[in-house]
């Protein structure tokens, strides 16, 4: 099964890389308020069912993928 | 067989500041192993553990995240619980909070520079043995060199270390954004001690400072301590 976790800083944590892209974007003439930076992981896991792969996906970012002290996450079940 | 206290210095993939706190150990008195990360055992007689500075793999998904979760880290994790000294340079301290064995977490530096310098750090608290060769207020010169350096915690958090004395190192001045000016912190238990600047970079006076010696000594004292608190009477 293809499952996909978004990382994303939480608000109001320190993110200098979304800072620089925003001025950037504002230096190109974008009216941009805020950028912020995460990171996208796309999985292949062997799951029995969507239930399965859910729960191991959640203490994959729980045991690695995020940091809970600074980072929020989603998961996306895609079936094959 | 020799009587110098046994300190392991734990090598990742990227480590690069195994060997010259290895060297440093050795010129404040320790007798150095180097340990490879993929051990699932500290050696026989280690007395400290040293998570050393560098890049541990190549610091992918978050600096230290990786090598957190390798195995030599389940054998540092259960030295630490037993009350062994345990002390996170740079990388290390990275390692050491991704690991969650001290408070926090190292964000990328404010100004998104890589900082490399001489840094002026302020002793908040001499009570961890790490600290014991140190005195509250005084300052020492060490080198921070990381991209990857401003300490941050939730608010609570940093009041609650801030009240039992557990940031023990902060910058005379904002370094990298770090939350307090935050330089060193040291878990619930004073055993486990993290720092960004590097102790091992600062031994001799010929290299501008030997304010690290006075870091490392102590952990080496803390070393011998714990094997004597070990051995059979």
Redesign the interface.
Known sequence: MKATVVVRPKDGILDPQGDAVQHSLRALGFDVASARIGRVVDLEIAADDRADAEAQVRRMCSELLANPLIESFEIRLEDE | MTDRPLVAVVVFPGSNDDHDAAWALGAVGAEPVLVWHQDEELPPGVGAVVLPGGFSYGDY??TG??AS?SPVMGAVREFAAAGGPVLGICNGFQILC?ARLLP??L??????EFVCRDATLRVESAAAPFMSRCTVGQELVIPVKHGDG?W???EGTFVQLAARGQIVLRYAEDVN?ALGNVAGVINDAANVMGLMPHPEHAVDPLLGSADGGLLLAALVDAAAAYRVALAPA
């Not at chain 2, 964000?107 to 998104?112: D, F, I, V, W």
Request: aromatic letters at 6%; a neutral charge; zero cysteines.
């Open positions: 998904l978050r995240a990786i979760v991704e926090g977490v964000l990328p530096n404010r100004q998104l401003a941050y915690a939730d954004g």
